[in-house]
């Protein structure tokens, strides 16, 4: 039976590991996987197994943190000489006894109530969980945990669970102490909005994503989701819920929803057709020319190299080619260049027929009635 779990994470989860919700009865209860978690069981397997840092996003009460521990369980069990760590951002996350919010307590009910066929050899529930630590006397592994900026530094893992990430103060202060811990380093977090370096992992194309969405969890239906609307301000519901990045984030100026329902909507293009350009001179920026037709954006051109002379007969080149009139281009700051090499371009070609609107981006916006 042993051999077999070996090599069986899933079965083993599902036979022996037992899972905890105060908020149905039994509170205590078989640790039964819907599709989504098994899929998720397997891709940590195969990121430890390939050596590779990777992110978790998530719904909340995805089960995530239980499904951490589950496996670290099963690979403590198994596996020699393995050490898994977990850290956030404060110890009482990371362990508090006797409360099962902890990451460590919900280790501790694992183990409790599996059978001592199943457990290590010589294995002490009272000795052997101590505060942050879960040992295994039979085969040397241990599953630890810290907590604040310096977690994993100094110490060597297997494996290493970063809960919450998202919400670190310093996360790249955490980053640097863990950088060299392990080689499997796991981001698990649901998002806080777009400011953090998990924010930034998770859009670097970099790191493989597993997605954790509220709709993967067979307990919840679209029933389930609009009570949530209708109880939890729009802020929660983006964050806790949606996994979305942009609207988990308070005073927007443009909701993201509204973002995502423009890209690829079918409009007609009517009306005028404007180019607006921003100008970047020699810095790190782009230069950015973007023409509309009404309010269909055509296209957007964007270029690294060329001072303000040289944008300006770009931005002139692609707008008479392209048979745009207009282009708007902020005046004021690196932009104030821009005004007298048009006028220069005007004066040498009098058959453009491209104007260059210098629009002061400093003054407040006007009060269309």
Same mark, same amino acid.
């Given at each position: 039976?042993?051999?077999?779990?070996?090599?069986?994470?899933?079965?083993?989860?599902?036979?022996?590991?037992?899972?905890?919700?105060?908020?149905?009865?039994?509170?205590?209860?078989?640790?039964?996987?819907?599709? @989504?978690?098994?899929? +998720?069981?397997?891709?940590?397997?195969?990121? !430890? $197994?390939?050596? =590779?840092?990777?992110?978790?996003?998530? &719904?909340?009460?995805?089960?995530?943190?239980?499904?951490?521990?589950?496996?670290?369980?099963?690979?403590?069990?198994?596996?020699?000489?393995?050490?898994?760590?977990?850290?956030?951002?404060?110890?009482?996350?990371?362990?508090?006894?006797?409360?099962?919010?902890?990451?460590?307590?919900?280790?501790?009910?694992?183990?409790?109530?599996?059978?001592?066929?199943?457990?290590?050899?010589?294995?002490?529930?009272?000795?052997?969980?101590?505060?942050?630590?879960?040992?295994?006397?039979?085969?040397?592994?241990?599953?630890?945990?810290?907590?604040?900026?310096?977690?994993?530094?100094?110490? @060597?893992?297997?494996? +290493?669970?970063?809960?919450?990430?998202?919400? !670190? $103060?310093?996360? =790249?202060?955490?980053?640097?102490?863990? &950088?060299?811990?392990?080689?499997?380093?796991?981001?698990?977090?649901?998002?806080?909005?777009?400011?953090?370096?998990?924010?930034?992992?998770?859009?670097?194309?970099?790191?493989?994503?597993?997605?954790?969405?509220?709709?993967?969890?067979?307990?919840k239906d679209e029933k389930w989701y609009q009570k949530q609307i209708d109880t939890l301000d729009a802020v929660t519901v983006a964050q806790e819920i949606?996994?979305?990045?942009?609207?988990?984030?308070?005073?927007?100026?443009?909701?993201?929803?509204?973002?995502?329902?423009?890209?690829?909507?079918?409009?007609?293009?009517?009306?005028?057709?404007?180019?607006?350009?921003?100008?970047?001179?020699?810095?790190?920026?782009?230069?950015?020319?973007?023409?509309?037709?009404?309010?269909?954006?055509?296209?957007?051109?964007?270029?690294?190299?060329?001072?303000?002379?040289?944008?300006?007969?770009?931005?002139?080149?692609?707008?008479?080619?392209?048979?745009?009139?207009?282009?708007?281009?902020?005046?004021?700051?690196?932009?104030?260049?821009?005004?007298?090499?048009?006028?220069?371009?005007?004066e040498i070609n009098k058959k453009s027929k491209v104007r260059f609107i210098g629009i002061n981006v400093g003054k407040p916006p006007l009060r269309l009635?």
């Amino acid at each position: 039976m042993l051999v077999f779990y070996e090599t069986h994470p899933v079965e083993f989860i599902e036979d022996w590991v037992w899972t905890y919700d105060p908020r149905v009865k039994p509170s205590i209860m078989p640790f039964i996987l819907f599709p @989504r978690q098994k899929e +998720y069981i397997y891709w940590l397997l195969d990121k !430890y $197994e390939s050596k =590779e840092d990777a992110l978790v996003e998530k &719904s909340r009460d995805a089960g995530a943190t239980w499904l951490n521990m589950a496996f670290s369980v099963w690979m403590w069990r198994f596996h020699r000489g393995v050490k898994i760590g977990f850290g956030s951002r404060k110890e009482m996350l990371v362990d508090r006894l006797g409360d099962p919010d902890s990451i460590f307590e919900k280790g501790r009910m694992i183990l409790k109530n599996m059978p001592k066929e199943i457990l290590p050899v010589g294995f002490n529930i009272n000795l052997h969980t101590p505060y942050m630590k879960i040992l295994n006397p039979e085969n040397s592994s241990a599953i630890t945990g810290e907590a604040g900026d310096n977690i994993g530094r100094g110490g @060597r893992s297997s494996m +290493y669970f970063k809960d919450e990430s998202a919400f !670190y $103060e310093r996360a =790249e202060r955490i980053d640097a102490a863990l &950088s060299q811990n392990s080689n499997v380093k796991i981001d698990v977090s649901t998002p806080n909005g777009n400011g953090n370096p998990f924010y930034r992992k998770r859009f670097s194309g970099k790191l493989p994503v597993f997605t954790f969405h509220w709709k993967d969890d067979p307990r919840k239906d679209e029933k389930w989701y609009q009570k949530q609307i209708d109880t939890l301000d729009a802020v929660t519901v983006a964050q806790e819920i949606d996994i979305d990045y942009s609207a988990s984030v308070e005073g927007i100026c443009i909701p993201s929803k509204y973002v995502r329902a423009a890209v690829n909507l079918k409009l007609d293009a009517s009306g005028d057709k404007v180019a607006g350009l921003d100008v970047a001179d020699e810095g790190g920026d782009d230069n950015v020319l973007l023409g509309m037709h009404g309010v269909v954006v055509k296209f957007i051109e964007t270029w690294k190299i060329g001072n303000t002379t040289q944008t300006t007969r770009k931005a002139h080149r692609i707008a008479t080619n392209k048979g745009y009139s207009k282009v708007n281009f902020d005046s004021i700051g690196v932009g104030a260049g821009v005004k007298g090499e048009a006028a220069s371009i005007i004066e040498i070609n009098k058959k453009s027929k491209v104007r260059f609107i210098g629009i002061n981006v400093g003054k407040p916006p006007l009060r269309l009635l």
